[in-house]
């Protein structure tokens, strides 16, 4: 199974000032077709997921603008450029390129 | 687009969970749905998926000798059955939609206990 690393695990954050996630894979999501296949995730407390990014980088309807995703092969990284205090939550990537599809362990983003 | 997924459910160490994902607000057989778990206090973990359209299925490795899904197009639901349970499985289990998972059910909290 392809292996996904995500750093930092804990995320101490300012409000107002950027942060970002590292996911690593253990080989390249580059797909027959082109595409990277990285997906990232945010789960509030006590709610279910939510998509916030596919395919790298673009974001879903609704997802604010702070919230952007880079990358490409093995190393992608999610970057919010003013952190806000609703955007405490965990963070995961997922990789969708090669079965069985894959999570990162998460990031704790906390005040 | 909605996922409505069945409630909670308490079952002996041995049994076996069957959990249904009902859709609405979308053609069913033209998307894929996932079955992803989540343990207390742990992250995500990938189980399976089904292609609505032609009941194709893929399952993790780690699972595929216990798990089953399975779909009723005319019922626009998705099924996903974890049999042998032990107390590991005490779990939320989400069903997604599509390749990319663009939306999630409410969840389904799994609690094996004897």
């Known amino acids: 199974d392809v292996v996904v690393t995500q750093s930092p695990l804990s995320l101490p954050v300012i409000l107002g000032q950027p942060a970002s996630i590292s996911c690593r894979s253990s080989v390249s999501l580059v797909y027959t077709d082109g595409n990277n296949y990285l997906n990232w995730f945010q789960q509030r407390p006590g709610q279910s997921p939510r998509r916030l990014i596919y395919?790298?980088?673009k974001r879903d309807s609704g997802v604010p603008d702070r919230f952007s995703g880079s990358g490409s092969g093995t190393e992608f990284t999610l970057r919010i450029s003013r952190v806000e205090a609703e955007d405490v939550a965990f963070y995961y990537c997922l990789q969708a390129t090669h079965w069985p599809f894959t999570f990162g362990p998460g990031t704790r983003v906390h005040i | 687009v909605q996922l409505l997924q069945s409630g909670p459910e308490v079952k002996k160490p041995g049994a076996s969970v069957k959990i249904s994902c009902k859709t609405s607000?979308?053609?069913?057989?033209?998307?894929?749905i996932h079955w992803v778990r989540q343990a207390p206090g742990q992250g995500l973990e990938w189980l399976g998926w089904?292609?609505?359209?032609?009941?194709?299925?893929k399952y993790s490795q780690r699972f595929q000798d216990r798990v089953t899904i399975t779909t009723d197009t005319s019922a626009r639901s998705a099924y996903m059955e974890l049999r042998s349970l032990t107390s590991e499985d005490t779990a939320v289990f989400y069903c997604a939609r599509g390749g990319d998972l663009d939306y999630w059910g409410q969840g389904s909290l799994v609690t094996v206990s004897s």
């Open positions: 607000g979308f053609t069913f057989t033209n998307y894929a």
């Open positions: 395919r790298v980088s």
């Open positions: 089904i292609n609505a359209g032609n009941g194709d299925t």
